[in-house]
C-alpha cells in the first residue's frame, strides 16, 4: 500500500492566502503552542486543507498531508523497511518525518484509515508525545513544535466509520463551513481573475445552490467549483455553459436535481 | 494486480474520427490548458472512449488508459518495484508516466478502482499538481500538459461504490449520450462500410430498442454493437441474423425480452 | 493461483466431431474472420466446449481453454515471473499464449472470473486489438487469426456475478441448447457404441427429464451424461441401473425428486 | 496451507474388509474401465472412506485421499515449489501423484473446497483427461488406471456450498447409507472383537437412535461409533456406560436430546 | 500465525491434584490405551485442562497444550520452515511433537479453530492413526501411546462455529461440570490455603451465584475465581471487597446483574 | 502490522501523581503480589492509564503499554524476525519484553485485539504463567514481578467484541469511573495550573455535562478534556470559546447535541 503524502515547506514570506473567518488561527496557534492535537470539522471544498497550509507556513513548520482512505495503515504513517535497489532500507513515513523534524501531520479525512492508526496516534495525543518505532527500535519523542492535525466531514453519513470517543477525546476541535459571502467573493476573484462582480453574482448562485443540500445534494458546492467556473468564465466560456460544467454536472447525476441546479443558474445568468 | 494501462502515441495526422455533438471538444480544451481536471458521464459504448482519443490526438498528447475494477490499487497507477530477471527493477505506472511526460491520464469506470486511488488523485488535482512516489522519495510536478481524465457511467446502480463529494468536486464535467441519428448513421457507415441507406434503417431500429431500456434492459444498445451489426450485413449475414447475435444476445438473457427485442427486429427487417 | 488452461492443437485431420444445429459454424466463422469477440451461452453440457473445440480445428488455430473460477485474475491470464529452479523466468498465461500464436482463447463460465479480468479483456475487445503486459514491458498486438471466445451459463441465478454491460457489449453473441433429438440421438451413438435404436430410447428419456428442469431440477440433464449412460449399457449395465447412476444421482439429492426421476425411467426401460 | 493427503498403497492380500450391500462394487469397477469419475454420497461414517479402500486394493491401485475444508486450493491439489533446506523444489500435490502413477484420488467432502479446484477437476473429467501444470510446464494426460473419486454427505444443510451442475453432471453416482443390520452386525464384531449376539443389540440400539435423526439429531450413530462402544464394552466397560460416552456425548450438547437417547440405551442395556 | 502450545512433561511425582468426581478416570485411560480420541465438554474453568493434566501425568506422557482461536491452522499444529538466523529450518508443531514422542495433545477450545484443522485431525482419528507431513515429505504413524484430546464448551451459541458430524463422530465423549460442594471446597482449600470453613461458605456463595447463570450470566462463576477469592480473602482482604473483584466485576458490566451478585455477597458475607 | 508499545521505567522519585478514591491501588499491589492478572474496566479518560503507570512506579516496575486495535495479533505481542539491515534477527513483542524483565504490560482496550492472543494469555493467566515462544523455541516462565494487565470501555456497545468467558474468568477486576469533584478539581488544577476556583467551576460544568451521557452522547466528558480546557484559559482563551473547542466540538458533531452543551456552559461561564 502506497502513501502518498505530499511535504509543503514553504518560506515565510510564502504563507498560502487564507481569509480569516473567526479565531480559527488564535485557537490553532494555541493548541501548537501548548501541545495539543488539532481536529477539524467541515464540508468538502470548504478550505481546511487551504488553512492548514496556511498556519503551517505561518508557524514556519513543513507540512506532511495525507489523504486517508480504507486500506491505509499505521505503517503508511510510520514507514517501513523497503527493498529498493536490491538493498533493504527503512523509509520514513510521513507522520515519522514530521515527528523527527517537528512539523505538522495533517491526516485528511482520518475516519477513512484503518484502526490500527490509532496505535500510533494515541502515545502521540497524550502527555508522553511517544512515536515509538518497533522495527527500527527507536522510541522516537515528538519535539515542541511537533503538531498533529486531522480533519473529517461529519455530513458524511458514516455508518461504520467514525472516531472512537477513545480517539476524539485526544483534540481540540473546531467546525468549519464555507467562508461567508463577501470574503468568499474575494477568494474566488483572487485564485481565478474574474472582476469581483461577477464573482459576487457567482456567490449569490452558490447561496442557492447549497440550500438544496440535503434534499437532493449529498454536499453543497464548494468553494473550488465556484474558482473553476469564475476561471471558464475569464477564459471565455459562457457563464450558464461554465457553472453547468462546474456546479451541476460535478454534484449529481440525477436529471431532476440537475434542472432544479439548472434553474437556478438560468434566473442568475439567464439562457445561453 | 496487473494493471494493463494502454499506451496511444499518435501522430496528428492519426487523428481518431469523432463526430462532435456539442461543446464538448472546446471544454475539454480549456480544462486542458486551465489544467482542471476532466469527468466524462455516459452510457456504455456511446463514444467517450473515442472522444478521449481525439482529443488527446488533437492535442499531440500521449493517452494513457486505465479500465478500472475492484482491486485497482494505488501501486497500480504510480508504479512499482518488480523483480524481472532476477534484479529489481522500479517500472512506473500508468499514472507515473502520464505525469512524467506530460500525457493524459484517462481512467475508465473509475468507480471501479479500490478506494486507495484516492489518495493520489487528491494531490494531483488540486493547485499543487503533485504526485509523490514514496518508494523512489520522488515528488513530482505535473507538467502545464499533463492532464487527468475520468469516467463512470452514471446508469448503472452502485450501491456500495460511487465517487465521494470529495473527489467529484475536483473535477470539471460533462454528461455523455448516444449521438444524434445522423451522426451516429455517419459513424457506423464509416467503421462499416455499410451504405448509409441500410445504416440509417438499423438506427432507426437502435432507437426503438434503447427506449427499451429500464422496463428491461440494463443498457441500452451502443454504438459499437451496431458497428459489430453492420459489419456482420456487410459479409453477408442476414439483417436479422446479424441484428439478433449483436443486439439481442448480447443486451439479454431473458427469453421474453429477447422475443420483444426480435419483434423490433422483425418489424424493421422482415423474417429472415 | 494456479490456472490450468488446457491446449489443443490439433491438425485438420483432427476436427473433432461436431453436428451443427444452425447457422453457428458460420457465424462463428465470420467473427473469427472480422475479428469480432464471440459470446456462447447455454446449459451445462450442451456442447458449447465442442463446438469450440471444433471450430478451433476447423479453422486451424489452437486452441486455449480456461475454466473460470472465483479466484482467477487477470495474471493467470496474462502470466507471471515464477520462480523455478532457483532462476525468476517469465511464464506466459494462456491469454497471452494465444495472442502470440493466433490462437483461440475460450473463456469457459467467464463470470465466475474475479473483476480485474476485464482490464485485459477491454483493449483486446476493442478496436485496438491489444494485450498489455506490464511486467515485461510489452504491448502485443493480436494478429488477425487471434479470437477471443467466452461463454456462460445463463440458466443459473448469478446474483453477484454477471458480465457488466460494458463488458457484454464487446461481443458478438449466440444462445446455445441441447441438440435436437435426432442429432443428439447421432452424438451419443457416435461417443458410446450403444446401437441407434437404444439411444434413441435415451433421448426420448432425456426430452422427459428435461421437462422437470426448472420445478425440481437446477438443470436438465447433459448430453454428456446420456453418453456415460450409454457407456454403461454397452458394457452390461442394466439399463435401469445405468440410468439411475447417471441420470439420477448426479442430477439431485432430493429423494421426492430422484423418485419422480425414476418413475420417468422405469417407465421407460421397465424394471431391472 | 498444507494438504495432508495419506497414500495407501496396500497388496491385493490386504484388500480391506468390505460387504457389499448392493452392485455398488461392479459399478465401481465398471466406472474405472471405462474411465468415468466417481461421485459417493451419503452420511457420515457409513462407510465410503472404507469403500473405496477396498475397491483401490481389489483393483490394486494406490489411494491418496484428501480431506477437504474451507481452504483446500487446486494448488494443494497438484503440487507447488517449496523451499526446503534453502534450495527450491517441486512437490506433486496428492492429485498428481495419482495421475502420474495410474492411481485413485479420493476427494472427502468435495464441496468443502475452494471453488478453484474445479479448475484442475473440468479438465481431468472430461474426454480430454488431461492435468496441466503451468508452473513446471507439464500437461500431464491420465493413464488409463488413473480415477478422480469424490464424495460428499447430502444430508448437511450446505446454503454457500453444492458442487455447481456443471461439475455434478461429470460424474458417475452412488448413494450410500448405513449398511444393513446384519452386515453391520458382522462388521462390528469383526472390529470390536464383541461377540455377535451383543453386537445385534447394539445394532438394534442403533436403529432406534437413527430414527431420532431429523428431529433432534444432525446425524444418526455412526458405524464407527458402534465399533468404539463395543470396543469400550469388550474392554469392561459397562454397556450403558459404553454408550452413553460413544453414542450419547458425540452426537449432541442439549440435555433434552441426550435424554431421549439414554432412554433408549437403558431400555436396551437396562440401569447400570 | 504463531501457535503457543506449552508442553508438561512431568515426572510421576508431579501428578497435579485432581479429584475425581465420576468414572472420568477410568474412561478416559480405556480410550488412551483402545487408541480412542477423547473429547471433553464443559463450562468454563471446570477443571477440564486440570483433568488433562492429571490423566497426561499419571499416564506418564508429555502433554502438549494448544489454546484454539479464530486464525489457528493446520500447518499451527503441523510445524511449518521457519527462517531462524538466516537459516531454513523445519520445526514441528505441537500435534507432531506429541506424534513423534507418543505425548498427548489437547485442543482446549477446538471449535474455535479454522476448518483446516479437520484434515489434520480426521486421519489421526481413525483406524489409521496417521499424520503426513506433506512438505518434510514424511508420513508419520502414531504410536500406542500418543493420544488425541479436544474440549469446547457447548454452553456457548457459536451459530458459525460447531464440529461438523463427520469429526464429532470420531471421538469418545464426556460431559464435565463444577464439581460437587465437598470436592470443590477441598480444591479452593488446598490452592488457596483459606480454611475449610470459609471455603465451604464460598462454595455455598458459589450454588446461589451459579443459579443466576442463562437469565442474566452467560457462564456461571469458574472454581478458578473461587480461588482467586479465597487467595485474597487469605491476604487479608475483606471477604465483600475479594468477591466483588472476583466473582462480580469478571463476570458482568451490567449494573443490575452486579448488585444482583453483590446482594447475594453481603447476604453470605455481610456488609464491609 | 506494527504494535507501537511505550516503555516507561520510572525511577521512584518519578512517581506519576494519582489520587485514589478507594481501594484501588491495595487491591492492584495484592494482585500483584499474588500473582493474579488484573482487568480495568470504565470510561474514556477516566484515569485508567495514568492509574496504571501510578502503580508501576510504586511498585518499582518497568510498564509496557500497547493500544490494542483490530488488527493486533499475538505475534505483536509475543515478537518475530524481522529483516533488518539485511540481517535477520528477531525483536521481542512488548510482552516478551515484560515477561523477560518482569515488569507490567498493559493491553488498553484489550477488547479491540484479534482473537489470537487469547493464545498468548490464557498460559500466562493460570497457574502455570507461562509465555511459548514458538519460533525462538522458548518457553518463558514469568518471573514473580511480571503482571499483565487489561483494560476496556464497557460503556461501548461492542456487537461482535467482548471477551469470551473463559478469558474474563481469569482475572480480577474493578470497575473505574470519573474521580469524585474534589478530587477531579484537584487533577485539572496540578495539570494545567488554572487556579482553583476556576478548576471547580469546570467540574460543575462537567457534571452536568455528563448527565447529558446516553440521551445524546455516546461518551461523557474525559477529565483529559477538562485539563485541556484548563489549559487553554491559563493562556486566555475565554471560558466559552476554550469550553467550546475542547467540550463541545470533541464530543459530538450533532447541531441540537451541541447547542445544548453550549447552553450549560453560557450558563456557566456567561456569553463570550
Given at each position: 500500500?502506497?502513501?502518498?503524502?505530499?511535504?509543503?515547506?514553504?518560506?515565510?514570506?510564502?504563507?498560502?492566502?487564507?481569509?480569516?473567518?473567526?479565531?480559527?488561527?488564535?485557537?490553532?496557534?494555541?493548541?501548537?503552542?501548548?501541545?495539543?492535537?488539532?481536529?477539524?470539522?467541515g464540508?468538502?471544498?470548504?478550505?481546511?486543507?487551504?488553512?492548514?497550509?496556511?498556519?503551517?507556513?505561518?508557524?514556519?513548520?513543513?507540512?506532511?498531508?495525507?489523504?486517508?482512505?480504507?486500506?491505509?495503515?499505521?505503517?503508511?504513517?510510520?514507514?517501513?523497511?523497503?527493498?529498493?535497489?536490491?538493498?533493504?532500507?527503512?523509509?520514513?513515513?510521513?507522520?515519522?518525518?514530521?515527528?523527527?523534524e517537528?512539523?505538522?501531520?495533517?491526516?485528511?479525512?482520518?475516519?477513512?484509515?484503518?484502526?490500527?492508526?490509532?496505535?500510533?496516534?494515541?502515545?502521540?495525543?497524550?502527555?508522553?508525545?511517544?512515536?515509538?518505532?518497533?522495527?527500527?527500535?527507536?522510541?522516537?519523542?515528538?519535539?515542541?513544535?511537533?503538531?498533529?492535525?486531522?480533519?473529517?466531514?461529519?455530513?458524511?453519513?458514516?455508518?461504520?466509520?467514525?472516531?472512537?470517543?477513545s480517539?476524539?477525546?485526544?483534540?481540540?476541535?473546531?467546525?468549519?463551513?464555507?467562508?461567508?459571502?463577501?470574503?468568499?467573493?474575494?477568494?474566488?476573484?483572487?485564485?481565478?481573475?474574474?472582476?469581483?462582480?461577477?464573482?459576487?453574482?457567482?456567490?449569490?448562485?452558490?447561496?442557492?445552490?447549497?440550500?438544496?443540500?440535503?434534499?437532493?445534494?449529498?454536499?453543497?458546492?464548494?468553494?473550488?467549483?465556484?474558482?473553476?467556473?469564475?476561471?471558464?468564465?475569464v477564459?471565455?466560456?459562457?457563464?450558464?455553459?461554465?457553472?453547468?460544467?462546474?456546479?451541476?454536472?460535478?454534484?449529481?447525476?440525477?436529471?431532476?436535481?440537475?434542472?432544479?441546479?439548472?434553474?437556478a443558474?438560468?434566473?442568475?445568468?439567464?439562457?445561453?
Amino acid at each position: 500500500m502506497d502513501v502518498a503524502a505530499t511535504v509543503d515547506q514553504q518560506s515565510q514570506q510564502d504563507v498560502p492566502f487564507y481569509e480569516p473567518v473567526g479565531n480559527e488561527c488564535e485557537l490553532f496557534e494555541h493548541a501548537f503552542r501548548q501541545h495539543l492535537p488539532f481536529l477539524l470539522k467541515g464540508p468538502t471544498g470548504c478550505g481546511k486543507t487551504r488553512f492548514v497550509s496556511h498556519m503551517a507556513a505561518r508557524l514556519g513548520r513543513p507540512l506532511y498531508t495525507v489523504s486517508c482512505h480504507d486500506d491505509l495503515t499505521a505503517a503508511d504513517l510510520t514507514g517501513r523497511y523497503l527493498l529498493q535497489g536490491g538493498e533493504t532500507r527503512w523509509v520514513d513515513g510521513p507522520l515519522t518525518r514530521a515527528v523527527r523534524e517537528g512539523g505538522i501531520c495533517y491526516l485528511d479525512e482520518v475516519v477513512e484509515a484503518r484502526k490500527d492508526v490509532t496505535v500510533v496516534l494515541h502515545p502521540l495525543t497524550d502527555d508522553r508525545r511517544l512515536l515509538p518505532l518497533e522495527r527500527t527500535g527507536e522510541l522516537l519523542e515528538a519535539p515542541d513544535d511537533f503538531m498533529l492535525v486531522v480533519s473529517y466531514n461529519p455530513g458524511y453519513q458514516h455508518i461504520l466509520k467514525s472516531l472512537k470517543p477513545s480517539t476524539r477525546q485526544r483534540f481540540v476541535a473546531m467546525s468549519f463551513d464555507f467562508p461567508p459571502p463577501a470574503v468568499e467573493r474575494d477568494i474566488v476573484a483572487a485564485e481565478s481573475g474574474l472582476p469581483a462582480q461577477q464573482c459576487a453574482a457567482l456567490i449569490n448562485l452558490a447561496a442557492r445552490l447549497r440550500a438544496m443540500k440535503g434534499q437532493d445534494l449529498e454536499e453543497g458546492v464548494s468553494t473550488r467549483l465556484l474558482i473553476y467556473c469564475a476561471t471558464l468564465m475569464v477564459n471565455g466560456v459562457s457563464a450558464t455553459q461554465a457553472a453547468q460544467a462546474t456546479l451541476v454536472e460535478p454534484l449529481s447525476d440525477d436529471a431532476d436535481v440537475q434542472e432544479g441546479l439548472m434553474e437556478a443558474i438560468r434566473a442568475t445568468f439567464g439562457e445561453d
